[in-house]
C-alpha cells in the first residue's frame, strides 16, 4: 500500500467509531454489611466483658443495680461498633451507615476526603486529619471476605465525586 494514500485515506482500514460512555451515566450502588462477631469476635468479646464489667462494678460499688444498668447501656452505646452488626451504602446520592441508632447519611457535596485503611473506609468533611475526624467522619467497616470488591466499587464512586 502507497504510505501517501493511506495518509490520505485511500485504501485505509475502515474507522469504527465507538460511542464513548457517558459521564453522568449512574455507578452502581454498592451494599454491604459488617459484623463485629464474625469479623472481629476478640474485639467483640472484650467489648462485651467491658460493658458486664461496668455493671458489676457499679452494682457492686455503689448498690444500685439501676444505676448499673444505666451506666453499662452508656458504655454499650459507645461501643456499639463493637457489638452491633452494621449496613453500609455508598451510591450516587452519598454514603450512609445503619447501625444501633439508625441511619446516619453524608451526601457527597459534605465529604472533602475518603481514606481507605485495612478495616475500614473513613469519609471525612476535612480535606487534611483532624482531630474532629473521630465526631464528623463516618467511618465504613470492611468485611474481610469482600474487602477488595468493596473498596474498588468505593473508589471509583469517591473518585467520580473527586474526593
Known amino acids: 500500500m502507497n504510505p501517501t494514500a493511506a495518509l490520505h485515506g485511500q485504501g485505509a482500514m475502515p474507522v469504527v467509531s465507538v460511542p464513548a ?3 453522568d451515566a449512574a455507578l452502581a450502588a454498592i451494599e454491604w454489611r459488617w459484623n463485629p462477631w464474625r469479623e472481629r469476635p ?10 458486664i464489667g461496668v455493671y458489676a462494678l457499679v452494682t457492686v460499688l455503689l448498690s444500685s443495680a439501676v ?3 444505666l451506666l453499662a447501656l452508656a458504655a454499650a452505646g459507645t461501643l456499639a461498633p463493637l457489638l ?3 449496613q453500609c451504602r455508598i451510591d450516587d446520592a452519598g454514603v450512609a451507615l445503619r447501625s444501633a441508632f439508625g441511619w446516619e447519611r453524608r451526601v457527597w457535596a459534605d465529604l472533602r476526603r475518603a481514606r481507605p485503611g485495612r478495616d475500614a473506609i473513613v469519609m471525612s468533611p476535612f480535606t487534611h486529619p483532624r482531630r474532629l475526624d473521630a465526631f464528623r467522619a463516618l467511618v465504613l467497616p470492611l468485611p474481610a471476605a469482600r474487602r477488595d470488591e468493596v473498596l474498588a466499587a468505593a473508589r471509583s464512586h469517591w473518585e467520580r465525586h473527586e474526593l
Open 21 to 23: 460512555p457517558r459521564l
Open 42 to 51: 476478640g474485639r467483640a468479646a472484650i467489648a462485651l466483658v467491658f460493658t
Open 67 to 69: 444505676l448499673g444498668v
Open 84 to 86: 452491633i452488626p452494621s
